[in-house]
């Protein structure tokens, strides 16, 4: 999400007026990684802030221990003042910039990547086949998918974009780490890497010692923790059953669809169940904290709404074409499907999927701290 360079401003200022108050209380030290690293520091610059902002996991819990918080007069909340920031980092390190301001609007990025894409797809496969050939049934024998789209159209359009998509994160990922690092130029160590991967992994900062976060209330749940492992796992399983097609086409000639009992659909599976389940049950926590809470707004939450409703559209048309794959509606399932999967790489390096790298650099940071200490 794009934000202005006042709000900005104010997202900076009330981070720091937050961080400066919790600095001098020290209550919550112990719930997480941001209140160790705040007590390292004095002073803090923005791209301190930065670093806090993303190393913040919202987990929620030291809003609920915190004895400044709403209705207190000081009116501390650090999930959401952080949360404020690290949203604002989405748009401030994103390349190249007449990308950030296309897709600085969450409701506008919902409907282009879940409507608009998909629909266009749809109409240029009317173009190319018409309706008749659009809806004409294929057999898995003549590879059902290339009849409406060839192997070298999905190649050199995802390949394109897929290509500039990376360029993009990595832009992002280096920007966001040259400020969060306030110019230390010392190179990445391979310990700090792989303590930062070891929590991310284990999503660490959302355990609490087995109990969980506060989240989307002050009740202490693991819910949020294994909707996100799911999430994150599914996504890579998925990633996994493509690469494994890949080299099934390269290597062996063999053309898709696939057997259901093949490994490239048995992983599509798996990962396509967690890409359900996770996001189903994080849009449904973050429906109700929502719905529970005076702090924070519909406004903030559009962000990952966004995402999450992405990833649902994109699996739930990936079972369709799964066993509809060799009816008369294969055609347009299939041109929904990759439209919505063409949405999501389109809008990667400018909203929620972006912050998963910002966290990584924030976590390598903080194992490189630790490690100082």
């Known amino acids: 999400m794009l934000h202005t360079d006042k709000h900005l401003d104010e997202s900076v200022k009330e981070s720091e007026r937050v961080i400066n108050i919790c600095n001098a209380c020290r209550y919550c030290e112990g719930f997480c990684a941001v209140f160790p690293t705040i007590e390292k520091h004095l002073e803090f610059t923005s791209g301190d802030l930065r670093y ?8 929620q819990e030291c809003y609920h221990a915190c004895q400044y918080s709403p209705p207190h007069e000081f009116q501390i909340n650090v999930p959401q003042a952080l949360s ?3 949203k604002s980092s989405y748009g401030e390190y994103g390349w190249p910039r007449f990308m950030v301001r296309i897709s600085a609007s969450p409701m506008y990025t919902l409907i282009a990547s879940t409507l608009i894409i998909p629909v266009l797809f749809v109409l240029v496969g009317l173009l190319k086949h018409g309706v008749l050939g659009l809806t004409m049934a294929h057999t898995d024998d003549q590879g059902a998918f290339y009849q409406v789209v060839s192997h070298a159209e999905m190649v050199w359009g995802f390949g394109i974009v897929g290509l500039f998509v990376v360029v993009a994160l990595v832009v992002g990922w280096c920007k966001f780490r040259r400020d969060s ?5 010392e190179k990445l160590a391979w ?15 959302l355990g609490s010692n087995g109990d969980g976060c506060t989240y989307p209330d002050e009740r202490p749940s693991i819910l949020r923790r294994w909707f996100h492992h799911a999430t994150f796992y599914g996504f890579m399983i998925c990633f996994a059953s493509t690469s494994v097609a890949t080299l099934y086409h390269y290597m062996f000639g063999w053309t898709a669809p696939y057997p259901f009992l093949s490994i490239p659909v048995i992983l599509g599976t798996l990962g396509g169940v967690g890409l359900i389940i996770g996001p189903f049950g994080l849009l449904y926590l973050k429906l109700k904290q929502i719905r529970d809470s005076k702090e924070e707004g519909f406004g903030q939450a559009k962000i990952d709404i966004t995402l999450l409703t992405l990833l649902i559209a994109i699996s739930l048309t990936g079972f369709l074409l799964l066993f509809l794959r060799e009816t008369s509606v294969m055609g347009v399932i299939l041109l929904v499907h990759l439209g919505l999967v063409m949405g999501l790489f389109l809008t990667m390096p400018y909203g929620k999927f972006v912050h998963g790298l910002y966290r990584f650099g924030a976590l390598i940071r903080f194992a490189k701290e630790e490690r100082g200490s």
Not at 191 to 202: E, H, I, M
């Open 84 to 86: 404020e920031l690290r």
């Open 52 to 59: 806090l902002a993303n190393l913040c996991h919202d987990c």
């Open 191 to 205: 310990q700090d890497v792989r303590q930062a991967l070891s929590d991310a992994l284990k999503l660490r900062y």
């Open 181 to 185: 690092e306030n110019g230390d130029k």
